[in-house]
């Protein structure tokens, strides 16, 4: 069985014991190139195994498929469908996808955690080597926290709508950046003080459930890309351009992979030992390290003029008028298409589709022009 010259690469970064931290630029450069290799050997310098204590990616299983075929990388007792690659030591490969392998996350696969990533060849090979640290964090990261779990059901009930807490989201996103890229510490400690200001006047607006939402993203998601982009190679500044890139209001959830990741950069900056801290208690968040760590600095938080304070009004309002727009000729688009319609009106559940109407009362589901029923238990 063949594999990949692609998943090699990333099996082979992942592999790595070096220390030191390779210039991005290098392998953006050899990767654009489209020699694997040569971006693997960028990589020999990332010191992926030291950007967290007791993390080593090489000690963690991972399944990647490619396109053919997902392959199975350093697991304890893979499943019988998987089989020995001749001359790989510790791989193992099927045909086609697994089906735990369905994005990149992780999964139970043979009884164990394991990271899953999507690794065909139309991926961008930095793109997916990010994503591949990641998601092996993940599983290292879940095995010693059992607490700030993102619920995923609260993203669909965030008040993505609402126009004051999306201008405070934006004006944040740009202290944080700033804060990223400020040379002088007091002027980095001044920004971020900003956007700890902004949120703790934010926060009390959202439900529970929406401020839990928030920080178990920042807390697992957040850290995991911190460490991906610690591995290859990049500082804070990449993470800074992410914060500004424009998004539309329902897509809220990836927002706090970048407001994370931009705390623990700045936590590298002013409170060094922050890592051992958020292992060694478990209930202390990032922000709640980065507000003392500033706190001890005494700076007065930076502010935005008001022109910026409109910029930020202005982009809240047009991109919930977008995310309105689109709502709407997705509703009428679906309609017109005769698409199943849900109706709760007269106190019963009813569905209806093609022809079909199904009506749920109590305990039963019955139709009205079919001649079939089913009764619920």
């Known amino acids: 069985m063949k594999i990949s010259v692609w998943v090699l690469a990333v099996f082979a970064a992942l ?10 630029a290098t392998a953006a450069q050899q990767a654009s190139e489209h020699d694997v290799f040569a971006f693997v050997r960028a990589l020999d ?14 000690e963690w299983p991972i ?32 045909s086609g996808r697994h089906p735990a392998v369905v994005w990149n996350s992780t999964k139970d696969i043979g009884g164990v955690r394991t990271a899953t990533v999507i690794a065909t060849p139309d991926q961008e090979v930095e793109s997916t080597m990010l994503a591949s640290i990641e998601e092996v964090f993940h599983v290292f990261w879940l095995g010693r926290h059992t607490n700030f779990r993102p619920n995923e059901m609260a993203r669909y009930a965030y008040p993505v709508k609402d126009s004051r807490n999306l201008q405070s989201i934006l004006t944040e996103d740009e202290a944080l950046a700033r ?9 980095a400690a001044g920004w971020a003080a900003a956007a700890i200001r902004i949120r703790r006047e934010r926060l009390p607006q959202l439900s529970d459930d929406d401020r839990a939402f928030e920080t178990g993203l920042e807390m697992m998601e957040g850290t995991a890309n911190y460490v991906a982009r610690m591995a290859v190679g990049q500082n804070g500044k990449p993470t800074a351009e992410r914060l500004r890139v424009e998004r539309q209001p329902d897509q809220i959830r990836w927002r706090f992979y970048d407001t994370g990741a931009a705390i623990c950069f700045l936590l590298d ?18 922000t709640d390290l980065l507000e003392a760590a500033v706190a001890r600095m005494n700076v007065q ?4 003029s008001a022109a910026e304070a409109a910029r930020f009004e202005d982009g809240a309002a047009s991109g919930i008028a977008a995310l309105s727009e689109r709502q ?5 688009d679906l309609l017109g298409r005769g698409a199943p319609r849900i109706d709760r009106s007269d106190g019963r559940l009813t569905l209806e589709a093609e022809g079909v109407r199904i009506v749920l009362q109590g305990a039963d589901v019955g139709t009205e022009g079919e001649t079939f029923r089913i009764s619920m238990p």
């Open 45 to 58: 310098d990332a010191g992926a195994r030291h950007v967290w204590p007791g993390f080593n990616p090489s």
């Open 63 to 94: 399944a990647l498929f490619d396109g053919q075929q997902t392959v199975l990388i350093r697991h304890p007792s893979p499943p019988p469908e998987f089989a020995p690659m001749p001359g790989r030591s510790g791989v193992l490969a099927m």
């Open 15 to 24: 592999s790595l014991d070096a220390t030191a931290i390779a210039p991005v």
């Open 301 to 304: 938080p930076a502010a935005f």
């Open 179 to 187: 804060a990223l890229e400020a040379e002088d510490a007091q002027e």
């Open 328 to 332: 709407r000729s997705a509703r009428e």
């Open 269 to 286: 900056r002013f409170q060094p030992d922050w890592k051992a801290r958020i292992d060694g208690e478990i209930e202390l968040t990032t």
